[in-house]
């Protein structure tokens, strides 16, 4: 039941207990929900390129998938992921930091998908690098969230700026109830290990260690777009712990 972290994290977000699901990691939460929400022929809705978990969840339920174009700086692009919206459509998934480009969603942009999405469609935003997103001075995503009618889910985890990959902890909040019990009774009873729990919870409280980190890597991750685009090459505008960057020439050399 993830009783101490659940305590935690509800503490420090104002969420309802309630509305807290535990995953291991953001991964299983998203195939949860296509398996909540999309039946053999439904349609989900994705950016790309974007995290290949979305196209391979669809295809693995047996859903039909469309894809929408990132803007120009790599992130999500609500015009584009609005107009890929059909009658067919049952799920959108959305990512506040795209990977592997960096892209941070503009506040505008995810708030014209929290009121524009159908509330007959299940709005996903994956908020995998949530941390990385406000230490650039982005919005707090689940503020931007509880203004939709229609029902949505967001997915963090510990796997990034807590770095605890290796033991796989995730974490959910829904705004619906139904849809609360219903990913209780489908996913693994056993899914978080009592160790994952037990470092999760240390590690969220080790609230100076992590502010250094995203601080290291915030000063790396300049030194590191400033030296490709001395080489010529072009890197997106990240605020992730990565780069991407766009050549005109064979990687080898550079």
């Known amino acids: 039941m993830c009783t101490r972290l659940r305590e935690l994290v509800a503490e420090a977000t104002g969420a309802p207990p309630e509305s807290l699901v535990f995953s291991a990691g953001s991964e299983e939460l998203i195939y949860a929900a296509v398996r909540l929400v999309l039946d053999p022929g439904d349609r989900c809705v994705f950016p790309t390129p974007s995290f290949p978990i979305y196209q391979h969840a669809a295809t693995v339920s047996g859903a039909d998938w469309g894809t929408a174009a990132l803007t ?29 480009t960096g892209g941070l969603i503009a506040k505008a942009d995810l708030a014209r998908l929290a009121q524009e999405v159908p509330s007959s469609i299940l709005l996903a935003v994956d908020d995998a690098y949530f941390e990385y997103a406000r230490h650039a001075g982005g919005e707090d995503a689940l503020e931007i969230l509880r203004e939709r009618d229609g029902p949505w889910m967001l997915m963090r985890t510990f796997s990034k700026a807590y770095a605890l990959a290796g033991l796989r902890v995730g974490y959910g909040f829904l705004n619906d109830p139904a849809m609360v019990d219903a990913y209780v009774n489908l996913k693994p009873m056993f899914n978080v290990t009592s160790v994952a729990q037990a470092a999760a919870a240390a590690a969220w409280q080790e609230t100076d260690w992590r502010d250094d980190m995203l601080d290291l890597c915030a000063a790396q991750r300049t030194r590191i777009v400033e030296g490709l685009t001395a080489l010529g090459a072009q890197p997106y505008r990240t605020v992730a712990n990565y780069v991407t960057s766009r050549l005109d020439r064979p990687a080898g050399p550079v």
């Open 72 to 100: 120009e700086d790599g992130a999500c692009d609500a015009d584009a992921l609005l107009s890929a919206i059909d009658g067919k459509t049952k799920l959108v998934f959305c990512a506040t930091v795209n990977n592997p």
